[in-house]
Each structure stands twice: as structure tokens, then as C-alpha cells.
């Protein structure tokens, strides 16, 4: 191991760019490596989307709420932390589509929409009869022909006809990833849907194969989880356990350059900064002004990313009559609603809301349909409460209310999307082999994706410079 001092930038202060520094400098200190880790954020805060509000007994998320459990590594984080003891499930219950001013169940045994048990789908009210005899049509259809990528909502319409596609799966998977489903990328955010057509033709039998033995005594736990006093919890664990003086703020990398075996750094302060190795953790539009210049990244010039608002609102309790038992609805696209979906927040996570209260969250803004969320912030919750009385009685004006809105927040993988991520590390690794590229942007937006990528960056870096010597 060479004992010569090495620098590392991390550029992107969300999520992705947390783990990769505080996993860099945890190996670096653990191992005794002479590694100095530098995060750079633009902005006055870390934490990108991850953003909570507590008011008033109240715990808002203005970004994700939650993580998905079974997808180790983001609890694995708060265990590395020191926080795990903090986290708290989501309380089960059922959830709805809202379609033709009605709440319907989501049908037991869905797998992101695909039956894997035929009665509730047979007797949901979600579809006309013509729509499940076309959605049984899974059952005899051949497997694709179709080479290479192609889009989830083709696959899908051919699998199931459009009735179950728009007022079930479309909903569900939207709620995913925020996007259009006729051009979101297959290979790139659900390929086990084409492993499943190939391995078994059927989606339906090979979701039914492959689904988990349900347990003899269900569990009253949820699949999802968060911090008992907010997502918000990890990004501050993070903060104050990164060295002193290792964290800019407020501070943007404009430009770099190649100076030997490293990469000298051009601060939006005047300063430079002369690293061994950088990763760049910031969404793709962050970048592109960035790597223009030395012509890279040209294919992700035309990759979109959605905009969306939530309005969250906190009610006394005997202000909201609710006939309908559960965690909330999605929309579908079909129902002439402003509103994507709504999370019941004090039935799903408890922990949230204080003691005769009622906190109902609200999302607006749709791929194509954006221009909403431009909207005031009287008008957002205006239209959002009217929406919201309609599923429900609300007889008086909220307490208050928390909008928040995200303005190309949300990375859309497009069609092709796995190749052109491809390409950007090949040509980095031919042009710049010190640089790494991370984050919601390229190979998953679920928080554990993106722990996973900042952790693998870090990984690498230290292979490079410490263990291949």
C-alpha cells in the first residue's frame, strides 16, 4: 500500500454522494489508508429529495418516505450508522385505484399489478368483463419475439390489452418511477417482466410461480420502512459523522480538467481543487454542463426527467370522514382527477401524526401534463382539497399545509437507457479512468439503488488506488 496522501471529490451531496463518503472515508479509517474525502454540494443543505418537515408533532416528508425492506442495503446504512434502532414499518392495510369516481381495491395477490391470484381479479370492479377476457389472453399469448429494449407499456398492452394496463398496472408502476410507461426503458426498470415472458410465456403463471408462500400468520409489519422521526434522520447521521471540514456547501464544480493521473477541479468560488479521484453523484442535468466540453455524455442530452408537487395537509381529527379503511389510492389516468395519487400518511406510518389528527399527502403532476405545478401554492391546495372531497368528507380547512414541488427531479429511463449508461462509463473509462458516475440517474432511483451505486463507486476508488498497487 503506497503512503503517499490521496484526494477524493465527491460532487453531489443527495443520497448517492452520503454514502459514497461516509463508506470511503468508514473503509479509509477502518483499514488506515491515507485518504482524504471532500463532499461538494451546490446547494446550503445535503440530503437532495430527502427533505423532512416537523411541525407541530407532525413528520412531513416533502421527498421519499420510505425504502423498500427487502432491498438490504439502505437498512444496512442506518445500521452503520447507529441508527437502525430508529426505524419504524409501514403499518399494512389495503390500497386503492381511484377510477371513474370510485375507490377499488387493488386486487390481492398483485405482483406490480400482475395477478398471481385469478378470483380477486375476477371479481374486482376495476375492469369491464371485455377487459379481463383480453387480460386472460396472457394465458395463451406467445412469447415476444422482439430483440433488445423496448417499452413497458408495449410489453405490457400486449401481454394484458389496455383496460388492466391503465387502471391497475400503469398506476402502480408509475407511482414507481414517475413516468410515462410508453416510454420508460423495459430492460432498465422492470427486465424481470421480460425474464418472466421468456422463462414462462405467461406473466401471470410465472408471477405466480415465483411468488413468496404466503406465511400461516400474517405479519402485521409492512414492506417498507423509515425513521421514526423522519427520512431526514439519515442524511443529519450522515452529516455529523463526515470529518469536520470535509463537507462544501454552497459550492459547484463548473468545470474540470485532466492534469496527469488526476483531475483538477474548477469551484464556482474561484478556488481549484487538484483530486486523485472524482464522483460525480449529482443528477444527470447537473452533469451534462459539466462534461460538455470535453464532449461526453452527449446521449443523456435528450433523457427527461418529470416534475411533480406534493401538498401535504394536517387536519384535526373530526374534520375528515373516511368510509374506506386503509393507506391511501393511486389515480388512474383514465379519471378526470388533477391529483397522481394520495397517501392516508396517519394510517401508514403512525409515528407520523399526533393523537386526534389526520394527515392526508397529495401528489400532482403527470409525464406530458406538468404545468400544474407551476401553480401558487393557494392554488395547488385548492385544487388538491377538491380533488380530496371527493373521496372523502372534509368539512373544514386545513390546519396547514406543506407543498412542495420538484422540478426535474425525476430521471426517466428511456428506451435504450442500459446502452447509453454504457457508453458514458466506456468513454469515461477511456478518457477520464478517474472518474466515476453515480446516482438515480443511471442504474436505479429506489434509495437502496442508490446507496448501492455510491458505496460500489467508493469500492472502486479504493481497489484503485490502495489495492492494485
Known sequence: MSGEKRKVAVIGGGITGLAAA??????????????EVILIEA???????IQTVRRDGFVIERGPDSFLERKKSFGQFAKDL????????????QAYILVNDGLHPIPGGSVMGIPTQISPFITSGLFSWSGKLRAAGDFVLPKASVKGD???????????????????IEPLLAGVYSGDIDKMSLQATFPQFYKLEQEHRSLIIGSKKIAPK???KKSKEGIFRTFKNGLETIVEAVEAQLKPDTVLKGVRVDRFEKVGEQVNLF????????????IFATPHLAALPVFEEHGMMTDFQDMPATSVATVAMAFKEDAVSQEKEGTGFLVSRNSDYSITACTWTHRKWPTTTPEGHVLLRGFVGRPGDE??????DSELEKIVLSDLKQTMKIKEDPLFTVVTRWKKASPQYMVGHKERVAKAKKELKEHFPMIKLA???????????CVDQGKAAGNEIIEELFLNK
Do not use: C, W
Open 150 to 168: 423496448q417499452s413497458v407499456g408495449q410489453f405490457l398492452r400486449r401481454r394484458f390489452g389496455g383496460e388492466v394496463v391503465e387502471n391497475l
Open 371 to 376: 404545468s400544474t405545478i407551476e401553480l401558487s
Open 22 to 35: 461516509f463508506y470511503l472515508q468508514k473503509e479509509a479509517t477502518e483499514k488506515g489508508y491515507p485518504l
Open 439 to 449: 446516482g438515480s440517474s443511471y442504474e436505479g432511483l429506489g434509495l437502496p439503488d
Open 82 to 93: 447507529g441508527i437502525n434502532d430508529q426505524l419504524v414499518s409501514n403499518a399494512t392495510g
Open 267 to 278: 469551484l464556482n468560488n474561484d478556488a481549484e481543487m487538484l483530486v486523485d479521484r472524482v
Open 214 to 216: 404466503q406465511p400461516v
Open 43 to 49: 446547494s446550503h443543505r445535503l440530503g437532495g429529495k
